[in-house]
């Protein structure tokens, strides 16, 4: 079944192929940006002028009319800005309702590509036809994102499997879309030295060879499914590494339902603060256990999978493209640290981030303590498994005074991912409307396992 790409109640046209080349794919991009800052400016203006109530209708419009905007610039250009929306449609902790319902379109009803050229990335990465590899095939999408369209089709032994195909020449747009996040993370440096943002171009810079690359997808997902599979709350979709090539992945396909989809969990039986919870319990095992995580949980790689009988409710995780995985060393530093910024601990918590990498330009615990409260102190001592608008408006105030005295000059690249993942969940656990306290969740992988064994040990 097919999917519908609209905006605005306007049908979205995907273009035959996205612009090529550093420039044509950087101008249109900073003309849009600068465009609706321009417009924003002027409505704050008349917002001062005429006061913010009378204001509201036009302050609404102008945001609806911005994403849209967004999500038309991103359908043309393709690559890394798809991703870059995914990541803010999923964050509806602190951003407006209009970007959020907006942008979600960009998790997987991008407009698809034409059938005639994915069928020939398929073929020419396995060699043979789609009627050879396949029992039977459907030429319409289910879905298609920031890489790749995703079709179903079955084996001949009658297996149900998504087919990811990669979209021809995206290799080159990644490449091109790097260069420029990198120039502009360099220009915003030297204009705003309180967030660098050259560490997070430097850590996709890393991360997005391996995107591109479905062998190394489908690696990861066995290796974390291998590690995951005590666990009766995760679904990881099998590997048919015949059918698949660097372009082409072939995998079980998961029915299940869209996680930020309350009407339909609820109608399927689940209670949406439930998935919440084994979300994040699932997280706290990934990065604080394992030391090896899905690091792109927005809302179009997460599917719930209602209990069937066999299995409880399920967490479908997709899409592993962007893996971590921690050394034991740094694995050991996260807990620490975490632990550290519970207690309220400046001593420990600046010790803890120094190990880790973090250097600010002086050596001061109250800065190191102010940065460990504002990456999770808050939220966890705030009662709720999220952040809010507010919280996040006052957090920015405290931690940007702070780091204009004292700039953060070394962040360690594991980190940036994590903050990512903690980004991501928790605009989902706002979705879920989750009433989870974090702080519970997380105490029990303060202690790694093997840290009890060891005191057992000694104790017997
Ligand atoms: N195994 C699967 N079962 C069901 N749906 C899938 C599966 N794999 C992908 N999809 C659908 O296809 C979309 C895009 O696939 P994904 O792997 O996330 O590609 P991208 O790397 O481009 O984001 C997903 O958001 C999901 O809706
Ligand atoms: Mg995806």
């Not at 043979?128 to 920031?146: G, K, M, N, Q």
């Not at 062998?215 to 048919?240: C, M, N, T």
């Given at each position: 079944m097919a999917y519908r790409s609209e905006v605005g109640g306007r049908q979205l046209q995907a273009p035959v192929r996205p612009p090529y080349g550093r420039i044509r794919r950087s101008l249109p991009l900073v003309a849009t940006v600068v465009g609706l800052w321009?417009?924003?400016?002027?409505?704050?203006?008349?917002?001062?002028?005429?006061?913010?109530?009378?204001?509201?209708?036009?302050?609404?419009?102008?945001?609806?009319?911005?994403?849209?905007?967004?999500?038309?610039?991103?359908?043309?250009?393709?690559?890394?800005?798809?991703?870059?929306?995914?990541?803010?449609?999923?964050?509806?902790?602190?951003?407006?309702?209009?970007?959020?319902?907006t942008l979600s379109l960009l998790h997987d009803a991008v407009p698809p590509r034409p059938?005639?050229?994915?069928?020939?990335?398929?073929?020419?990465?396995?060699?043979?036809?789609?009627?050879?590899?396949?029992?039977?095939?459907?030429?319409?999408?289910?879905?298609?994102?920031?890489?790749?369209?995703?079709?179903?089709?079955?084996?001949d032994d009658g297996t149900d499997v998504a087919v990811k195909v990669q979209y021809p020449g995206i290799e080159r747009v990644v490449e091109w879309d790097l260069d420029v996040i990198r120039w502009l993370a360099n220009v915003w440096a030297k204009i705003e030295t309180v967030f660098d943002l050259r560490?997070?171009?430097?850590?996709?810079?890393?991360?997005?060879?391996?995107?591109?690359?479905?062998?190394?997808?489908?690696?990861?997902?066995?290796?974390?499914?291998?590690?995951?599979?005590?666990?009766?709350?995760?679904?990881?979709?099998?590997?048919?590494?015949?059918?698949?090539?660097?372009?082409?992945?072939?995998?079980?396909?998961?029915?299940?339902?869209?996680?930020?989809?309350?009407?339909?969990?609820?109608?399927?039986?689940?209670?949406p603060a439930r998935a919440a919870d084994t979300l994040i319990d699932l997280y706290n095992t990934m990065i604080l256990r394992h030391g090896m995580f899905h690091a792109d949980p927005h809302p179009g790689n997460l599917l719930v999978l209602p209990p069937d009988g066999i299995h409880p409710m399920r967490i479908g995780l997709i899409d592993?493209?962007?893996?971590?995985?921690?050394?034991?060393?740094?694995?050991?530093?996260?807990?620490?640290?975490?632990?550290?910024?519970?207690a309220q601990r400046p001593a420990e918590i600046t010790d803890a981030m120094e190990d880790m990498g973090f250097r600010a330009r002086i050596r001061d615990e109250e800065t190191y303590a102010a940065i460990g409260q504002a990456f999770l102190g808050d939220v966890l001592r705030s009662g709720k498994a999220y952040m809010d608008q507010q919280l996040f408006a006052e957090v920015n105030l405290r931690l940007g005074r702070i780091l204009r005295a004292n700039p953060l000059v070394e962040v360690p690249p594991d980190v940036i991912l994590i903050a990512r993942v903690m980004g991501l969940l928790s605009g989902i656990s706002?979705?879920?409307?989750?009433?989870?306290?974090?702080?519970?969740?997380?105490?029990?992988?303060?202690?790694?396992?093997?840290l009890e064994e060891a005191a057992v040990e000694t104790v017997g």
């Open positions: 321009l417009r924003w400016r002027v409505l704050r203006v008349q917002r001062r002028i005429f006061g913010v109530a009378a204001m509201e209708g036009a302050t609404h419009r102008f945001h609806q009319a911005a994403a849209e905007a967004i999500v038309r610039r991103a359908v043309k250009q393709q690559g890394l800005i798809i991703k870059t929306c995914q990541f803010l449609g999923s964050r509806a902790d602190i951003l407006m309702e209009e970007y959020v319902r059938w005639p050229e994915m069928r020939a990335v398929i073929e020419g990465e396995l060699g043979t036809t789609v009627e050879e590899l396949y029992a039977t095939f459907d030429p319409h999408p289910i879905a298609a994102a920031s890489l790749a369209q995703v079709y179903r089709a079955t084996l560490p997070v171009a430097e850590e996709m810079s890393r991360n997005a060879p391996e995107e591109v690359d479905f062998l190394h997808e489908g690696r990861a997902s066995e290796e974390l499914a291998g590690l995951l599979g005590e666990r009766a709350d995760v679904a990881i979709p099998q590997i048919y590494w015949q059918r698949s090539a660097r372009r082409v992945l072939t995998m079980d396909y998961l029915e299940g339902i869209r996680i930020t989809d309350l009407e339909a969990l609820r109608a399927a039986g689940v209670d592993f493209g962007l893996t971590k995985r921690l050394t034991d060393e740094f694995r050991e530093m996260v807990i620490v640290l975490t632990t550290a910024i519970i706002r979705s879920l409307e989750s009433d989870a306290d974090l702080l519970q969740a997380i105490e029990e992988y303060l202690r790694p396992p093997a």
